[in-house]
């Protein structure tokens, strides 16, 4: 059954096609074959017990449900495309009935389009970063022959000397323009300053407290399949005058995984920057050059990042232009499902060694830039580089890996609990089902005893585990011996182990010899066939 395209319609649990034991492809003749002998096992009326003919009513009534979608071909089109949920969708009553399912699935995507329109006025897309600068310089830079005789001498002074906060949200105008409004502050060594900005389509408008008001255009081309343009300029109203702007970018996919860009910006910092960028499942290299006063430099960086369900990257960079020179290492890990830390170590001329740790949490940022010293030293570099790292052991040995067992276990726990009534309900209509079965087994085995035919021993379906778990066989296994016997499809089923890997084991009996099979849940049986043979053990 095909999956929804939107995620409040999940598939439902009951697949028709299962209920009439049929396949997908299933033709309307035999969905009539099917349905008719299913109304003969389940009929009411075949019943003279009041409580297996409430049983049989019911699933009589699955049965002519299920047949009443598959035998209408309109129906049947919105099931197999979008499930059971699909067929309550709103508009579908006005929908022309003689349509393929190509315009079926237009009809439903424009449904669905009303439908998030309608949400849009709900939806924000909150953004933020905040940035802690820590001047932690005298651990290291200490050779103040007075040193010993400033009070409290013997213990280094750290201090937080910088610190910036930014936030963005989105706000939704139509379905496909957002207005934006963000805002920062910042602050070093006591004096500091913030701004606000808007975005409203190509118009941003902004406001500080410093550089004035701010009124810019954005521009955005698509050249060719490959190439694009953008461009931006403003008008900065600054106490020492009006002070425009201009910015330019062209960028084009040189192949599959490679960009080229090309960068123009005039005004207060005019420069020329040119970039190249490479990335690929496994890594991610970057090769920049810009030409301006003061601040040319070449850029090199290159990230590899390891297959593994952490999302482990290690990365390294060269920067050199006419500041100095820096050089920069770290690593980056996932260390749970929406948390992504990463540190590195950045030893520059004459900025000397600064550690940066980053903690990102789904849309948050929190940034810790920790300068550690103004020289190159060895023993900073070292206590950098080691330092984090075995923090970073100890406290995902200690607190991540427990927290995040956990939390796995959690869920799992809270999917069982969620699934159980449905669980019990299924259970309760599997139990039904293979009671009113049993007649029509008891003649199916005489029939097939009479010849010499297939005759079901035994069948277990469920999770299977070491004989010295008995326990918790039973509670994941059920037996499955009568509606396969009955070939009567999913009503004599149930899941007894949700989200977990099942297998249905076969004993069976044909011609008078024994036959064994065990398949997975995936797979589809065939039987009788020669390789599930038993042979007689000798004496």
């Known amino acids: 059954m095909a999956a929804s395209l939107d995620d409040d319609f999940e598939s439902d649990n009951q697949d028709y096609y299962s209920l009439l034991n049929v396949r997908k492809e299933a033709t309307l003749e035999e969905l009539k074959a099917s349905y008719r002998r299913l109304c003969m096992l389940y009929h009411p009326d075949k019943h003279r017990d009041p409580e297996l003919k409430s049983q049989a009513e019911q699933l009589f009534n699955q049965v002519h449900q299920a047949y009443e979608v598959l035998s209408d071909a309109h129906s049947r089109a919105i099931y197999d495309l979008f499930g059971k949920k699909g067929l309550e969708v ?52 200490r050779y103040d022959e007075d040193f010993e005789e400033m009070p409290g001498g013997g213990f280094p002074h750290i201090e937080i000397n910088k610190m910036h906060i930014s ?64 461009a931006q300029c403003g ?70 990042k390891f297959q593994d369900e952490d999302q482990t990257k290690v ?37 000397g060694v600064t550690l940066k740790i980053k903690l990102a949490r789904a849309s948050q940022t929190y940034l810790f830039p920790i300068h550690l010293t103004d020289q190159l030293l060895p023993s900073a570099v070292f206590y950098a580089t080691v330092g984090p ?25 809270l999917q069982r609990k969620s699934s159980a009534v449905d669980i019990a309900k299924k259970k309760t209509e599997a139990e039904s089902a293979v009671l009113l079965m049993q007649e029509s087994v008891r003649r199916i085995i005489e029939g097939e005893e009479s010849k010499m035919g297939l005759i079901i021993l035994n069948a277990w379906y469920g ?32 899941d007894p182990c949700v989200g977990e890997d099942k297998s249905l084991k076969l004993l069976y009996q044909f011609r008078g010899v024994m036959h064994q099979v065990i398949c997975a849940d995936t797979e589809a049986l065939r039987i009788p066939k ?10």
């Open 389 to 413: 790292l075995l923090f970073f052991m100890v406290v995902h040995r200690l607190v991540v890996i427990p927290y995040t067992q956990a939390q796995k276990e959690q869920d799992l726990e």
């Open 463 to 494: 999770k299977f585990v070491m004989d010295t778990s008995q326990k918790q066989e039973k509670a994941k296994v059920i037996d499955v011996t009568v509606p396969l016997q009955c070939l009567a499809g999913m009503p004599g089923f149930f």
């Open 90 to 141: 709103e508009g579908w009553e006005v929908v022309e009935r003689k349509r393929t399912p190509a315009e079926i699935r237009e009809e439903y995507e424009r449904l669905q389009r009303e439908r998030e329109e309608r949400r849009l006025q709900q939806r924000t897309n909150p953004k933020g970063t905040i940035s802690v600068g820590v001047d932690a310089t005298d651990l290291f830079d």
């Open 235 to 304: 008008l900065q109203f600054s106490p020492r005058g009006l002070r425009p702007t201009c910015s330019m970018m062209a960028a084009r996919h040189l192949d599959q995984n490679t960009m080229g860009y090309l960068q123009w910006r005039w005004g207060p910092s005019s420069a020329m920057t040119t970039s190249l960028v490479r990335d690929t499942k496994s890594s991610h290299f970057t090769l920049a050059l810009q030409l301006a006063v003061p601040h040319s430099y070449l850029m090199m960086s290159y990230q590899y």
């Open 315 to 351: 990365k390294g960079s060269v920067k050199t232009g006419w500041f100095g020179t820096v050089v920069e290492y770290g690593a980056e890990r996932k260390i749970s499902r929406h948390s992504v830390l990463s540190a590195t170590v950045s030893i520059g001329v004459p900025q």
């Open 167 to 230: 936030q963005s949200i989105e706000a939704p105008l139509t379905n496909t323009d957002t207005a934006v409004l963000s805002g920062s502050l910042s602050t070093h060594n006591g004096t500091g300053g913030g701004n606000i900005n808007m975005t409203v389509r190509r118009l941003e408008l902004g406001a500080g407290d410093i550089l004035g008001p701010l009124i810019g255009l954005k521009v955005f081309r698509n050249i060719t399949q490959r190439c694009f343009l953008t």
């Open 530 to 539: 020669q390789s599930h043979r038993l042979e007689p053990e000798s004496s």
